[in-house]
């Protein structure tokens, strides 16, 4: 992404989404190769989500924080370096995508069962990076 506001909007995201979009590039390789490639947040940032992806990220971060907005509010993470917030979006990522971990291993009790069921309502989310070097979610 290199228009203008687009790159506004990025910086704009409040922490849940940031972690979620973190988690993605973190979690996420490029398949540039036979062996999976390389992790995306080796050769991208946030600035290279595809303007109509980031929204599609932003729009489902915010449904899915008012939809579940008591029970990730009574999480009570465990976590020293980031806020309950973050490592929310950080779980939403992970659960949504059917990663080895997410909400269902963070000791969360009948919060994190009901955050999981949640997270896996919304299907999962593939990145992939386009013939134009944007990333874009399908």
């Known amino acids: 992404m ?3 506001s687009s790159i506004d909007l990025v910086h704009k995201l409040d922490k849940f989404t ?3 979009l973190e988690c993605c590039l973190w ?3 490029d398949e540039s190769d036979e062996s999976g490639g390389d992790p995306l947040e080796n050769n991208y940032v946030f600035d290279d ?3 109509e992806s980031l929204q599609l990220a932003i729009d489902d971060c915010k449904r899915f924080q008012e939809e579940n907005a008591d029970d990730i509010a009574n999480a009570n993470y465990d976590h020293d ?3 309950d917030a973050e490592m929310a979006g ?3 990522w992970l659960t949504r995508n059917g990663h ?3 909400f269902w291993d963070r000791e969360l009790g009948d919060v994190g069962d009901r955050l999981t069921e949640a997270a896996k309502g919304y299907g999962e989310c593939c990145v992939y990076v386009s013939d134009d070097g944007q990333l ?3």
């Open 18 to 20: 940031q972690a979620y």
């Open 27 to 29: 979690a996420e390789s």
């Open 2 to 4: 290199n228009n203008a």
């Open 49 to 51: 989500f595809a303007p």
């Open 90 to 92: 950080h779980d939403f």
């Open 136 to 138: 874009c979610f399908m």
């Open 100 to 102: 080895g971990a997410g």
């Open 81 to 83: 370096e980031f806020s």
